[in-house]
């Protein structure tokens, strides 16, 4: 293909939640939904991330569509929803000033409000300023409600008994309360005024179907107001970021990567990063698994393909991943091109969320580089200042470096540890030093344990 071509991607939208609030079944629904109404050959499930062409989007939700003032005026060709199973994978979503996501969902249990990782997914999607929506799912298990099949929730609810509306409504306004508490205004999308400032929260039910097409046409709506240029991709050298590492049977150490932008070819030389540095490799093979309709038996699960095209998620099979970080950036080396300049370019933005300075100031340590870059970026929201920060279980080497810290400031020599170990005699070396390793596998709850210790030890 042409390099100069441009076409614009869909938007990358992230479905994001605690655990067990129906991420994964709700993609399912949405996609066992939209297969119904399906345009040939559209609707394919990459690594993570599943396409849903805007063709099947009008068909279920015309009238949603008239009803909000959005019915063809709608630009965008579709959403690539992205199910992130964990907060690592989503940090690792992550770009040099930004996100790869372009939208988020923000999956809440109506049943139970706001929960640990609900808090953990908001203080992400705000660091990294995505617009979203709240999906408050599991409708269906509010006392008394009668299930209507894939309708919109709005049409559904009118059909419901007052108690069981009133109900409804009060759920609503437990979750509202909480991000009033957090400083956000929200309300149930219909209510909605003003989108810039208003959270839209709709409620939807994985199992029944019912509110995923308001679902949709709210991220119709909050697409519109993007700039059109956010979502321009080209035909180039492939751009993307490695979501995770993994090992599999007869492959060996592979990485997930979401391609934002360009071409990603077999035989491509690919750059990414390690924590010894950049690594340089070849593509070996490039493998996106079957849509689940055309697979025939469970040995025949993947394609393997000679090029792939942004935005897309695709498996990768390459000598050296295992070196290589999640989070890290991967970049295609267009031939002809100098690869020290894209070591380069890869060091550099690497070398932007590790941090190593002389500054007094805590010790961070991430599992990987997007809950790195998360970690500090709340640690600077919150005024605490990084000495260190690195990806890796807690080494003597942090303890030592938090231990001249505490030298010169006593509140400062800590160690705060994210998703990673801390080994038993690094711990007992710590104690000797009279260093402090702070452990919580919550983001916000680390460092309010951190602020809360900070605040003792100054009275
Ligand atoms: P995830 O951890 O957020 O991906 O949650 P899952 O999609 O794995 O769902 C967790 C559990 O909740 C499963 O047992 C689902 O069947 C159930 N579940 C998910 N969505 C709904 C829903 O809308 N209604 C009901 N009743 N159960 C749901
Ligand atoms: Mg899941």
Do not use: C
Request: no cysteine.
């Amino acid at each position: 293909a042409d390099a100069s071509l441009v076409d614009y991607r869909p938007p990358i939208t992230v479905v994001v939640g605690h655990v067990d609030v129906g991420k994964t079944l709700l993609l399912d629904k949405i996609r066992g939904t939209f297969v119904a109404y399906r345009e040939p050959g559209m609707i394919t499930q990459h690594i993570g991330l599943s396409f849903i062409p805007w063709g099947a989007v009008e068909k279920i939700a015309d009238p949603l569509l008239a009803k909000f003032k959005l019915k063809g005026r709608v630009w965008i060709r579709g959403f690539l929803m992205v199910d992130t199973p964990g907060h690592a994978a989503f940090s690792n979503l992550r770009r040099r000033g930004g996100s790869v996501a372009d939208l988020a969902v923000l999956v809440i249990d109506i049943t139970r409000g706001f929960e640990e990782q609900t808090y953990e997914s908001l203080t992400l999607i705000r660091s990294r300023n995505i617009p979203f929506v709240v999906a408050a799912n599991k409708l269906d298990r509010i006392y008394g409600w009668e299930p209507n099949e894939n309708a919109p929730f709005l049409e559904s609810y009118d059909k419901q008994r007052e108690d069981v509306q009133g109900r409804v409504e009060e759920a609503i306004a437990r979750i509202i309360e909480e991000f009033n508490k957090l400083g956000m205004d929200a309300d149930r999308y219909d209510r909605v005024r003003d989108f810039n400032a208003q959270v839209p929260i709709v409620p939807t039910s994985a199992v029944t179907g019912e509110g995923l097409a308001d679902l949709l046409v709210v991220l119709a709506g909050l697409s519109q107001r993007f700039n059109r240029e956010k979502l321009r991709v080209t035909y180039g050298p492939g751009k993307g970021v490695v979501m995770e590492i993994r090992e599999e049977k007869g492959w060996g150490v592979t990485g997930d990567v979401v391609l934002y932008d360009g071409v990603i070819r077999k035989g491509d030389v690919v750059v990414t990063a390690g924590l010894e540095g950049p690594v340089s490799t070849r593509v070996k093979m490039l493998v996106l698994p079957k849509p689940l309709n055309e697979m025939r038996d469970p040995e025949d699960r993947y394609m393997f393909m000679d090029e792939v095209r942004a935005a897309v998620g695709v498996k990768i099979i390459a000598d050296g991943l295992d070196q290589v970080v999640p989070g890290a950036p991967i970049f295609v080396v267009p031939q002809g091109a100098s690869l020290d300049e894209y070591m380069k370019l890869v060091k550099e933005e690497v070398s932007e969320v590790r941090i190593e300075t002389d500054k007094e100031g805590v010790v961070a340590k991430a599992d990987t580089l997007g809950t790195l870059e998360a970690m500090v970026i709340y640690l600077r929201s919150q005024g605490i200042p990084v000495r260190k920060a690195d990806v890796g279980n807690v080494s003597r080497r942090d303890v030592v470096e938090a231990s001249i810290v505490k030298k010169k400031n006593p509140l400062y020599g800590v160690i705060l540890a994210f998703n990673v170990k801390v080994p038993h005699d690094i711990e007992i070396e710590a104690m000797q030093y009279g260093v402090r390793i702070f452990r919580n596998e919550i983001l916000y709850r680390l460092v309010e344990e951190f602020t809360q210790w900070y605040k003792e030890q100054k009275t």
